[in-house]
């Protein structure tokens, strides 16, 4: 058994082979503010059989760059986001939206976003995406998807690959969520008596009418900003991309982008 430095001034007690020093085994991940002796007496109990050897899971390179209550606090981050499920991922619909294990024809069942109807007599599997536009806010889905993802990587008996990449899609993605912007152009119109018209023309958007006479083109804001559905799609868009958004910021409204990101 050996004590190894790890992330911060941390320890970690290590039990490996004793001929190869091979399959190294994490007894104890000890803070930094703990003495060094509480090794020696982690070393003690685990050589009297307190701890049984089959419980130690296989150290990973990442145990090195880890602080030790990582895993407490993400576990912390999971409960606290899965008793906010029956509260805040409900979209206006009433639809819930919750991650559970789902088989999949795979040899371990996977975890995946299920929507179960208001009515709760249909489940079925969504992307993480699809949460996040059904409710128009990134939280608590993206950060309870993050927890989840970082709790299961090493997990022999839970897939996450697929959750995996639908959170790096969304965290790498250009096109992002419209609300904040639907919201300030609201804002500015009964603030400020700014019309639509005004605001899309500051854009550049401008229309003709058969005497010559300029306006600005609303529908063409009304559609970037999720209050008019795309043409042959029966719901407007929660979505708008990024460039899009910071055009309308800037020119139509006069602030920075930041202010209407979510």
């Known amino acids: ?99 559970e294990l789902v088989q999949s024809g795979m040899s371990i069942p996977e975890l995946r976003w299920r929507r179960v109807s208001s009515g709760g007599t249909q489940v079925r599997s969504v992307s993480l995406r699809d949460v996040i536009a059904a409710l128009e806010s990134y939280e608590p889905a993206r950060s309870l998807s993050r927890s989840a993802v970082a709790l299961h990587r090493d997990d022999p008996h839970v897939s996450v690959t697929l959750l995996r990449a639908e959170l790096g899609r969304v965290l790498a993605s250009a096109i992002v969520l419209n609300r904040g912007l639907r919201e300030a152009v609201l804002a500015a119109i009964e603030r400020e008596d700014l019309s639509m018209s005004e605001i899309a023309r500051r854009c550049g958007r401008v229309k003709r009418d058969c005497r010559g006479n300029e306006s600005g083109e609303t529908s063409w804001l009304a559609r970037r900003t999720g209050l008019l559905p795309e043409g042959g799609n029966a719901a407007p868009t929660p979505w708008i991309h990024s460039d899009v958004l910071a055009l309308i910021s800037r020119r139509g409204l006069g602030i920075s982008p930041r202010e209407v990101e979510l």
Request: charged share 30%; net charge negative; aromatic share 4%.
């Open 1 to 99: 058994m050996i004590a190894q430095s790890g992330f911060a001034g941390s320890v970690l007690v290590v039990d490996r082979e004793v001929d190869t020093l091979e399959d190294p085994r994490l007894v104890a991940h000890l803070g930094p503010d703990e003495p060094h002796e509480n090794a020696a007496i982690v070393c003690g109990h685990y050589l009297r059989g307190a701890q049984p050897a089959g419980s130690c899971r296989l150290m990973s390179s990442d145990d090195l760059r880890r602080s030790p209550f990582a895993e407490e606090e993400l576990t912390a981050d999971w409960t606290m986001a899965q008793r906010l499920c029956s509260r805040e991922l409900r979209d206006r619909g009433g639809r819930l939206h919750r991650l």
